[in-house]
Nanobody, 128 residues
Framework: QVQLVESGGGLVQAGGSLRLACAASGRTSSTYTMGWFRQAPGKEREFVAAISWSGGSTVYADSAKGRFIISRDNAKSTVYLQMNSLRPEDTAVYYC?????????????????????WGQGTQVTVSS
């Protein structure tokens, strides 16, 4: 497993942007698919976006398409989530997650049960 630490959360007005980062440490020599999930109060944790090890494939939740961009820098063992045009309904704790493998991401990558390493989360609050 790898250890994951998120950063970059905060308070932003609707329409604003934030960039989250997730730094990995530990067994970073292995290949990992990386994902971002979020959990709002009283709701289940939901998928946001995922990216393959190579960065060549990505998949997004419908709520994130056209507004969020996931990327990674393997030299820095870091994955990013650029969030634009933020809405109050994007308010949540955002978690990054990792699962072993180098395959392209698919709709199946949206399942949180596939991920075996999780960060502690970073709070994103969007005010109206």
């Amino acid at each position: 497993q790898v250890q994951l630490v998120e950063s970059g959360g905060g308070l932003v007005q609707a329409g604003g942007s934030l960039r989250l980062a997730c730094a990995a440490s530990g067994r970073t020599s292995s290949t990992y698919t990386m994902g971002w999930f979020r959990q709002a109060p009283g709701k289940e944790r939901e998928f946001v976006a995922a990216i393959s090890w190579s960065g060549g494939s990505t998949v997004y939740a419908d709520s994130a398409k056209g507004r969020f961009i996931i990327s990674r820098d393997n030299a820095k063992s870091t994955v990013y989530l650029q969030m634009n045009s933020l809405r109050p309904e994007d308010t949540a704790v955002y978690y990054c997650a990792a699962k072993r493998g180098s395959a392209a991401v698919t709709i199946a990558s949206m399942s949180r049960s596939l991920y075996d390493s999780w960060g502690q989360g970073t709070q994103v609050t969007v005010s109206s």
